[in-house]
């Protein structure tokens, strides 16, 4: 499978150490299999950092599916569980980390699914803010 990350940098392996916490799917290698995508990533940080577009490719076996020492969490398309795991990585207050609708402890090793734009992001805030 190959998968593409759009940034301002190369990146020739993956240190998690310096990835950010409270994203879609907790701290995490955020890449996607939808090129154009990992383009429109590049323009939208070289538009706020500077630099040069670059877009990072990596092959991934796929056979790591088949290995039970990956924790695997997998979204087919976007629903209110997708949703709510969403929300509780974002959420620098929530705290039932243990729960399995996040992944803030980092227990899943590999989440797939589709990330959350700004403009559903600022939906789920609203509707957040009407639930409480």
């Known amino acids: 499978m190959i998968l593409y990350r759009g940034t301002n940098v190369k990146i020739d392996y993956i240190d998690l150490e310096k990835c950010k916490p409270y994203r879609d799917f907790g701290k995490g290698f955020y890449c996607t299999t939808i090129k154009k995508q990992a383009e429109n990533m590049a323009e939208r940080v070289v538009a706020r950092r ?11 076996d796929e056979n790591i599916f088949n290995d039970k020492n990956i924790k695997v969490k997998q979204f087919n398309k976007p629903s209110a569980e997708w949703a709510k795991f969403v929300l509780n990585n974002r959420n620098r207050d929530f705290e039932w980390i243990n729960s399995k609708e996040c992944n803030v402890d980092c227990k899943y090793d590999l989440v797939i699914g589709p990330v959350a734009d700004d403009d559903i992001i600022s939906l789920f805030k609203t509707f957040e803010r009407r639930s409480n």
């Open 50 to 60: 500077g630099g040069t577009e670059i877009i990072n490719v990596y092959e991934l």
